[in-house]
Structure formats: C-alpha cells, structure tokens
C-alpha cells in the first residue's frame, strides 16, 4: 500500500464513516483495506436487491478474519458497516471512494475481487447482477479483464482464459509481496491461490536461467531509444534549417548517449573466496568467470551484451587490447602462489585497470544488465577502495556471504560500510537496493542448522540499526548446486532456491529502479524537449521580429522622405527670406549711389582727353564724351556691385543661406549614415558627392560676379540698346548747339569742349533716369539668380536624396516580400518540427509514462515509504 497516498482529506473520509474523530496515525493500512472491502462486500449483497442472512453471517465471518472479538479494529469494522451503509458509499464511485482507493497496490486491488468473488458465491452461485457490479468495480479499480476472468473462474465455470494471464494473476496474489504488512496480508492471499485454476506444469528441463521480465522492459527501453533518436533527427533537422544553435545539438547527442535506461548495473561484492563467481556463473547460466577455493578475482571485470563475444583489457595508463578468452581467465585471476602465499603484491602492482567481456548468448546480460565482478573486499584497503569506488553508479548490490560460517564480524563491518555507501552517506536507513545471499546452504546437513544459519542472518541485517528490512532481499542457495542444475538441465531444491533469488533480483530491477530510470528518462526527455520547443518559438519570434524591423524600416524610410521635402520647403523659404533682405538692402544703396551719381560722374569727366578735333568731326568727337560717360558709368555701377551688392549684401546672404543648406544637408547626410549602418548599405557616398557640388557651384557663381552680367545687360537696354540711343540723342543736340553758339567755322578752342562735355553729362544722366529702374530690375534678377542658383543646387540634392530614399524604400519592399516568403516557410517548419516534437512526447509519455504508471499502481512502493 502506498502510505504517501494517505492524506488528510482521506483521514475525514474514515472519520466520517466511523462516526469516530481519527488522526493520521489511526489510518492505518489494515484499516484502510478494511474500508475499501466493507464497501466491496455490502456492494456485492446489495446488488441483487436481496439480502439474506447466510449473506449477513458470510459477511462477518469474512469480515472477522482481519480482527481479534475485543480489540480496536473489531469495533471499528462494526462501525464502518453502518457508516457505509448510511452513505450507500457501494453505489458511489465518486471522488471520495476514489480517494480511498488510491493507495491500494494492484495486488490488493486483486484481493478485493476475490473477496466480492467470495461474498457472491455464498448463496450457491454468482448471479448477474452480482457479476456485473464486480465489472464495474473492476474498472473502478483497475483491474484488468483478463484477471477478472481468472478470478470468476474459481467461482464459475470459463471455458477459455489465457494461461499468461493466469500466471500474472499467481505472481500479483504471491503472499511474498504482502510481507512486513498484518498477517492478513500474507494469509489471505495464499487462501485465495489453491482456488485458482492450476497453472500449467513445465516438466521440460529447464535449459538456462530465463529473464522474461527483463526482456519486456528492454524493448520498453530500446523503443526509448528509438524516440529519441527521433528527437535528434528533428534536431538535426532544425539546426540544418538554422533554427537552433549548434550547443543544443550537442545537449541533445550528450542526453541519448547519457541514456542508460536499457542497462541495469548489478555489482557482486564480498569477501575472497566466498563464491561470487561461481554465483555470477549460475546467473549467467554459463561458465565465464574462473572460480577455485582459493582467492581468484584479481580485477574488476563489467560482464555486458555485446554484438559478438569478446573480451577488453583497460589498462590504467588508458590503452586498451582485445584479448582471448583463456587470456582472459588468466588476467582475470590471482595467481596461485600469490592467492595461497597472501602474496598480495601482485593485486598492487596490476595494470589492469578493468577488463569488460561482452557477450551476445548470455541470458542476464542481453535482458539488460551489467554485472560488476569486482575484487574480494577486505584482502587490502586498495581493493576495498577500488570496489566502493564502483558501487557509485549501480542499481544493486548483492553481498555474498558462506553460510556455514556466515557473517563473521569482519563482513559485519563490511555490510555497515555498504550500507552507508549505498545510501550515500546515511547510517539511519536501511539499504533497499542491497541483496544478502548465503551460499554454501548445500554444506549445511540439518533442517536445523539451516534454520540457525537463516535467522542467525536475519538477526543481524533486521535489528536495531537494520541493514535491510525486506526479507525478499535475503536468500540462501547454494551457488555451485544450482550452476549444475542450470548446466544439466534439471530441478531441484537448491535450483528453485536460485530461481525464487533471480525472480526477486528481476523484480526488483523492473519494478523498483525500472521505474526510477523510465521516470528520469522520461523527466529528461521532457526537459529536452520543451527546450528544443522553447528555442523553436523564439526562432520563431525573431523571424517574426525581423518582419517587424522591416516594416518599421520602410516607415522610417517613409518619415525621411517626408523630412527631406520639409528640409527642401525650409531652404526655398529661408532662401525668399534673405532674398527680401537682400533686395531691401540693395534698394537703400542703389538709392544712396545714384544720388551721388552725377557728382561721382562729373569729377570723372575731368579726365576725358579728346583724340578728335569738333571742327573736323563733331560726331566723332561726341561719340568719344559718350563713351568716356559710358565707361565711367559702368565703372561707377561695377564700383556699387564690387563694394555694396557683391561683396556686403548679396555674399553675406548667400552665406546665411549656404550655412542653412549644409545644415539641412548635412542632416539629410547623417540620416543616410545611419541608414547605411543598419541596412548596411552605401548611399551616403552619393549624397556626399551631390552636397560637395553646391559649394563649388557658389564658388563658380562668386568668381563670374554679376558686375560682369550687368556690363553686358546693360547694353540692351531699351531695345536698340542704351549706348546707341544715347549717343545718337547726345550728336544731334551737340550739333545744334555748336550751330546756334559756336558757328561751324570756329576754330579748334578749349572752351568749346567743357559745354559739350557737360551737355553729354546732362544729357547722359537724363537718359540713365529714364532707363534706372530697367537697369536696376536687371540688377535684382541677377541677385534673384543667384539665390534661385543656390536653391535649385539644394533642391537637385534633396530630389536626388529622394530618389535614394525611393530606390532604399523599393529595396525593402523588395526584401520585405521575400522575408514574408521566407518567414511563411520557416514558421510552418518550425510548425512542423514542434508537432513531430509534440508527438514524441506524447508516445514517450504514454508508451513509457503510463506503463511506468501501472508499474506504480501494481508494486508497493516499497519499504522506504513505510
């Protein structure tokens, strides 16, 4: 019964049926079964509706069986009839009853059967509805068809059942595995067994040891290890489609290769000369280990399953050698003289580490065991130390003892220290995987020393401070009488003495450590598992990331484009701001100059030298003033446009301006930068170029100067040009006025010139003001031009910034679509990889979880629980 099962809300359950207020010490296990059969009983005599009195008087007879008239559990069994009959618990499987049923062991469960079995057969026979209510609550119990069909077959006749079936139901009901609890326990079963069809006899000679047990459980763990090759296949897989880093592939080959599930480790230890390899043989069922009275095992030797027979010699310097097999009996053994002689120096002084013999027909070894010979403990402290050393990594230990001289204090002591080592440094508990056999039982003549010999074993391993508290774990054969049966094919006491110890290692091995190793590997699988999952997702989710990142790219791509058009509106509108100054300020020193104009004009006609006489060519003579007039006006408006508009207003904006772009640009540049990072691209190469060609256009543009456009505009003023116009005005009042005052005939005089300089002055600064604002709209659309130069400079760089931005954004769309594409693949594989993944868990923990489940439900877990 599984004590762990016993909770509080189980404790109120009894308390409520007794009427009584009970503690978790009163929750006993008797009491318990006593529970669970009061329901199964009064369930069966209520189901026909009809309740007789042989009925009533069966129903305490049976019920009497498990009590003494005047004690505690007498009184209880009265009051738990009427509490179960109150509450017709019988009726209601529900999760109260269930409850109560929890912490029954397959084989109680079985019991309880027979009981309700028992009870329907006390009228004579078994009806329907009784047979029907046992059905039910079979289910209830988990009890399996075929043992129910068994079990009716003892009160009913069946006409077919499986014999396996049978003998299942045998080895559930063997009183063995109800020792350590109420005699009940043990008596009870053996009543019920002598009622059961016979099993059938083997009368064929038994040819080896069989390990039926075993083999199941090996193909349990081999199909474990089809998973997981499974689960590294997928891995594989995984890592080849990049979803998984190369460690988890590792993790992953480290847990199958660390997977020992399919081999058991069963080490032989004790003091020289007491038979161990004689024992190891019988196990065997083949003569493999050399054997003689004296001390024989020299080193470790690991007995395993191998695909072809052959023996390795490890050395301790770390090479190994394949050897043959008589070599093998030789480096196996002490020699002769050192074994007589105690000369143990050979034992220090070996090479060998550890020699491994596999093996492919012998019957232990291929159901799934390792067996550890190892060295007589005791001989010297190095062998003790090298035979705790193994005892490290071993499901069980067997410790073999000479039973006609058993237990001397030296392998007292011994067993103590196994103890302790088994249970990893703990003095207070017994050992559970430790195995106490006495051999030599065939040197003991007497039925009476036999039983000294046994209880004098007994004594020691279960008293105060007890070694082991199972008796299943202490058998006494004779190691040699059964290896001669096993060889010779035949049965006798000392054989079914060695068979009753190989079904109880078997046992322990599938039904104790069996479960602990499924439920480590399954554990284990399960972690790798979700781990492999959870990497999965995340691979999953940066995928899925890397989509976001490209549309978040785009949006950015998007915000810059609109950035730039808003840099470009920004430079047109600081541009048309300084451009107002700008003109402003050349309106107030355009108006400041021409005022001075005619005082600047006329201390510049001091200096204009006639090369023509008026008296031989007065047209010539007034084309040489006009031309003087023209050349000093130019220079007075190429002064103005040097000194003002060039070199104060129109560089000093076109500076501001310029500073405003490359602050605009420059932006524009980092931004590309960034963008170059993290897509790993390189367009700012190309704004770089286009930004360095508006300094050197307003270079170009400050060298031409526009005193140099205006010279040449200012000639075609006025259609025919201002010049012509104003020389052909200036000759025809010239002429008059030499006609009128000076007469034709005058001879060449100075004073004749100044008038005619002054009336060329007069008339010339009469003609500019009539044609000022046309020379002056002319300077402002130079000025304009300067400012639109820079401004369409700008404006090709941002458009051409744009058209980056554009090719940049048609790229990520691009890679976006083909990351959709590449993320819609990868998300169903990694789909696909989580099902496969999923599945395998699933089979793991239903083909090997749920069979670990029913080991559970059908063994008391065992002594360490109660």
């Not at 290692?505 to 039904?511: H, K, Q, S, V």
């Not at 990072?677 to 270079?699: A, H, P, V, Y």
């Not at 012509?724 to 006025?737: E, L, R, Y």
Request: aromatic content about 8%.
């Amino acid at each position: 019964m599984n004590t762990l099962l016993i909770e509080d809300h189980l404790v109120d359950l009894l308390s409520r049926i007794t009427g009584q207020k009970l503690t978790q010490r009163d929750a006993t296990q008797p009491l318990i079964f006593l529970a669970n059969l009061i329901i199964v009983l009064l369930g069966v005599m209520f189901a026909d509706g009809i309740v007789t009195e042989e009925e009533k008087q069966r129903l305490l007879v049976m019920l009497y069986r498990f009590s003494t008239p005047k004690s505690d559990v007498r009184q209880l069994t009265h009051l738990m009839i009427k509490g179960v009959k109150k509450n017709q618990l019988y009726s209601k499987f529900n999760n109260e009853v269930l409850a109560l049923i929890s912490p029954l062991t397959q084989s109680e469960r079985l019991l309880l059967i027979g009981f309700g079995y028992e009870m329907s057969a006390a009228s004579g026979k078994v009806n329907c509805r009784e047979q029907e209510y046992l059905e039910v609550l079979a289910k209830y119990l988990d009890v399996k068809p075929q043992h129910l069909l068994v079990l009716a077959a003892a009160f009913k006749p069946e006409k077919h059942f499986d014999q396996a079936v049978l003998n299942e139901v045998y080895m559930l009901l063997e009183p063995e595995l109800f020792q350590g609890q109420n005699t009940v326990f043990v008596k009870e079963p053996s009543d019920k067994v002598p009622i059961l069809p016979a099993k059938t006899r083997i009368t064929e000679p038994h040819v080896s040891v069989s390990y039926e047990g075993l083999k199941k459980f090996q193909e349990l763990s081999k199909q474990l290890d089809n998973y997981c090759q499974q689960i590294s296949q997928i891995v594989q897989a995984c890592y080849e489609s990049n979803f998984v880093p190369k460690d988890l592939i590792d993790e992953v080959s480290t847990f199958t290769k660390n997977l020992q599930l399919k081999q058991f480790r069963l080490a032989v230890v004790g003091e020289f000369s007491q038979g161990k390899s004689t024992l190891l043989n019988a196990l065997l069922g083949e003569e493999i280990q050399p054997t003689r009275e004296i001390p024989c095992t020299a080193t470790v030797t690991i007995l395993k399953y191998g695909m072809q027979k052959r023996i390795v010699c490890r050395y301790k310097d770390g090479s190994e050698e394949e050897i043959q097999f008589d070599e093998y009996q030789q480096k196996a053994s002490i020699s002769e003289d050192a074994a007589i002689g105690c000369l143990s120096d050979d034992l220090l002084n070996s090479e060998i580490e550890e020699i491994i013999f596999e093996h492919p027909d012998l019957e232990l070894c291929s159901s799934g065991v390792e067996i550890i010979d190892s060295p007589g403990l005791n001989e010297r402290p190095e062998l003790t130390a090298v035979t705790q050393k193994l005892l490290q990594d071993i499901d069980a230990a067997i410790f073999i003892t000479n039973a006609s001289r058993s237990l001397t204090q030296g392998e007292r002591n011994l067993l103590h220290e196994l103890k302790i080592k088994l249970n990893d440094g703990k003095d207070d508990i017994p050992a559970n995987n430790l195995f106490i056999v006495g051999n030599f039982m065939d040197l003991v003549r007497t039925q009476k020393g036999c039983e000294q010999v046994k209880q004098r074993i007994l004594n020691f391993v279960q008293g105060d401070n007890p070694i082991i508290t199972d008796k299943n774990r202490v058998h006494f054969i004779s190691g040699q009488a059964a290896l001669d049966a096993i060889l010779n094919g035949y049965e006798d006491e000392y054989r079914r003495s060695f068979d009753s110890f190989t079904k109880s290692i078997e046992r322990f091995l599938m039904f104790e450590r069996g479960p602990l190793k499924i439920e480590r590997a399954v554990n284990e699988a399960n972690r790798v598992i979700k781990k492999i999952i959870n990497v999965l997702e995340k691979a999953d989710y940066t995928l899925k990331g890397d989509l976001e990142i490209n549309k978040t790219e785009k949006q950015k791509i998007l915000e810059k484009i609109g950035e730039a058009s808003g840099r470009d509106v920004k430079i047109c509108m600081v541009a048309v701001q300084l451009m107002d100054q700008a003109l402003e300020k050349a309106n107030i020193s355009w108006n400041e100059w021409y005022e001075n104009l005619s005082e600047h004009m006329l201390s510049r006609s001091k200096y204009w030298y006639l090369k023509h006489s008026p008296i031989w060519s007065r047209e010539k003579l007034v084309l040489e003033y006009v031309q003087y007039f023209i050349k000093d006006l130019l220079d007075e408006i190429n002064e103005w446009n040097n000194n003002q508009l060039n070199d104060i207003i129109l560089r000093e904006n076109l500076q501001i301006l310029e500073e405003n772009i490359k602050y605009e640009l420059n932006i524009i540049q980092a931004d590309f930068q960034q963008l170059d990072i993290r897509l790993d691209t390189s367009f700012s190469k190309g704004m770089e170029l286009s930004s360095r060609d508006i300094t050197s256009e307003f270079i170009e543009f400050s060298s031409i100067g526009i005193r140099n456009a205006l010279v040449i505009e200012l000639g075609q003023l006025t259609g025919i040009g201002f010049i012509a116009a104003f020389i052909a005005n200036v000759t025809a009042m010239i002429t008059a006025m030499i006609t009128s005052n000076f007469g034709l005939e005058s001879e060449d005089n100075e004073e004749l010139y100044d008038p005619i300089k002054m009336k060329v002055l007069e008339i010339g600064l009469e003609k500019f003001e009539e044609s000022i604002d046309i020379v002056y709209k002319k300077l402002c659309e130079n000025l304009e031009t300067g400012f639109d130069s820079k401004v369409e400079s700008a404006n090709r760089v941002i458009e051409q910034a744009i058209s980056l931005y554009e090719n940049l954004l048609d790229e990520q769309e691009k890679t976006e679509q083909e990351a959709v594409t590449k993320y819609n693949i990868s998300k169903n594989l990694i789909l696909q990889y989580c099902q496969e993944l999923n599945q395998v868990q699933d089979k793991i923990n239903t083909d090997i979880g749920v069979w670990y489940s029913e080991i559970i439900n059908k063994i008391i877990i065992k002594r360490q629980y109660n």
